[in-house]
């Protein structure tokens, strides 16, 4: 048996500004052929365990492409056709096709990167059986359905069980194959654009979905049954939530996704997200710092820092990483001994690299990418501050989040100024790790403030040693605030933008 393995993964942002071109895939862009083999070979990812299945099952194994590349804005026309064309090209032959995609990819030229892809594989090889695993927030078509016979997605966010995910859908693949049992897929969407915070495994709402996804795997009565939160700073018709069931046959998996569906629509308030003005988010911030002995929901040392997490500019939801908002309004208020970053600003790396360590320097920091598409215009923070260190910017991450995996920042400075520590580095980068100050020298821990241009991931090695943490919104690429999006091909009405008319 001859079967295809590739993994080609982005969630596209529509309003950000960060480009999206092929070198954006991979460190140095995408894995063909046998480097996409490797890359993945023994990794927790859905595409190391589509390998790990293969293997087992003694199959010929194709492995055409491996990329990954930040959340950002449209794929390249071109690059999307590149590497398209060449799993397309090696699937001529397979007898079976296993497919780690993200779910929310939107081309220059296409709305649906994702459902483009399985019907071109799907018209060239009518007859061959296609598994695919998707991310939680993948943004679900109808083409992406007509076009797979089995599709799972993944149960956690922030996200670590991609290889279960890969693993499932790749088993009942092989049972399909050998005969064992039937497969149909069922799909039900909803008109529900969901906040990604309120899609957390940990808030309630999405909790409650997902553990009745699990009963009903777990009853037999289903093979899989997935919550797809979707993501939905995407201006395309429906960036929504909807509900993947595969069962064994197809009444019984379209009546399971229609009661998951109708159930989470009944809860839908929980999944949408309410922000507090910045003002008042660094004012809470205070004030937790000055509660010496008391400890915060969620977070471990009672004498740690308050972080400040700026989940309006994350670059996995497609953030410039280089709004200055949260520091300024930080600063503003009185704050002081904090420590920040990874602010990118490759402007400013190559100003302070030029003028050494330890030189006294002035020079414009961040609010350089233009918000174009969301009508916003900011001007650089103009600051003095000393060089302290400069770095290659690497780290290994040492949290449950793909643990293990180098990171690279790319060239990062350590700036500091009015008590500010700022890490400031090349290339966009979510603070996986501690690793992100510890490279430049710094130990997080011994400050009163710690801001994370983070949604979820910093969580699992931050929180243990923060005392406790605030959400701050304000004016970016990933704010959790609709109204700063101007959406123009939603299909409305839609919940919560159209609260009284949205129906399902």
């Given at each position: 048996m001859k079967i295809l393995i590739a993994r080609l993964n982005h969630e596209t942002n529509t309003f950000s500004p960060v480009p999206t071109p092929i070198e954006a895939f991979g460190i140095n862009g995408p894995d063909y052929d046998q480097n996409a083999y490797q890359a993945n070979k023994g990794a927790?990812?859905?595409?190391?365990?589509?390998?790990d299945l293969a293997e087992q099952m003694g199959a010929e194994i194709v492995t055409p492409?491996?990329?990954?590349?930040?959340?950002?804005?449209p794929v390249d026309a071109q690059a999307y056709r590149i590497m398209t064309q060449h799993i397309l090209d090696k699937a001529v032959g397979c007898d079976a096709i296993m497919l780690d995609l993200h779910g929310a990819m939107v081309v220059e030229d296409s709305n649906d990167g994702?459902?483009?892809l399985l019907e071109r594989l799907k018209a060239q090889c009518p007859h061959v059986p296609i598994a695919v695993a998707l991310d939680l927030h993948g943004?679900?078509?109808?083409?992406?359905?007509?076009?797979?016979?089995i599709m799972v997605g993944f149960k956690t966010y922030p996200h670590i069980d991609m290889y279960e995910?890969?693993?499932l859908a790749g088993r009942i693949l092989r049972e399909t194959l050998n005969g064992d049992t039937t497969v149909a897929l069922a799909w039900r969407p909803l008109p529900l654009m969901t906040h990604t915070l309120k899609s957390a495994t940990q808030s309630p709402s999405m909790q409650t979905a997902i553990n009745q996804a699990i009963q009903l795997e777990q009853s037999g009565d289903v093979h899989a049954a997935t919550i797809m939160a979707g993501f939905s700073l995407a201006d395309i018709p429906a960036p929504c939530l909807s509900v993947i069931v595969v069962g064994r046959n197809q009444q019984s998996a379209q009546a399971a996704a229609d009661t998951l569906a109708d159930e989470i629509w009944s809860n839908r308030e929980g999944f949408v997200y309410v922000s507090e003005p910045l003002n008042s988010s660094i004012a809470k911030a205070k004030e937790m710092a000055r509660e010496k002995g008391i400890a915060h929901p969620s977070c471990g040392d009672r004498d740690g820092p308050i972080l400040?997490?700026?989940?309006?500019?994350n670059c996995m939801s497609g953030g410039t990483c280089d709004t200055m908002d949260v520091l300024q309004e930080a600063l503003a208020q009185g704050l002081s001994n904090i420590v920040a970053g990874p602010l990118c600003d490759p402007e400013s790396v190559a100003e302070m690299f030029e003028a050494g360590e330890g030189a006294t320097i002035t020079l414009p920091l961040g609010n350089k990418k233009e918000l174009a598409s969301m009508g916003v215009h900011k001007t650089p923070m103009e600051v003095t501050g000393t060089v302290m260190r400069l770095s290659p910017g690497e780290y290994v991450i040492t949290?449950?989040?793909?643990?293990?995996m180098k990171c690279s920042m790319g060239r990062t400075a350590l700036l500091t100024f009015n008590g500010v520590s700022i890490v400031v580095a090349e290339r966009t980068h979510e603070p996986w790790d501690l690793g992100v100050f510890t490279c430049v020298g710094l130990d997080p821990a011994s400050f009163d403030y710690v801001l994370l241009k983070s949604r979820m991931y910093c969580r699992p090695v931050f929180f243990p040693i923060a005392k406790g943490y605030v959400e701050c919104d304000s004016v970016g690429a990933t704010s959790s605030n609709y109204d700063l999006f101007p959406f123009q091909n939603l299909d409305r009405p839609v919940y919560p933008l159209d609260k009284d008319t949205a129906r399902r």
């Open positions: 927790k990812t859905a595409m190391g365990a589509f390998i492409l491996s990329a990954t590349a930040n959340p950002s804005g994702e459902g483009d943004n679900v078509t109808q083409k992406m359905i007509d076009n797979a016979d995910a890969g693993e400040l997490l700026d989940h309006s500019d949290g449950p989040t793909y643990h293990g």
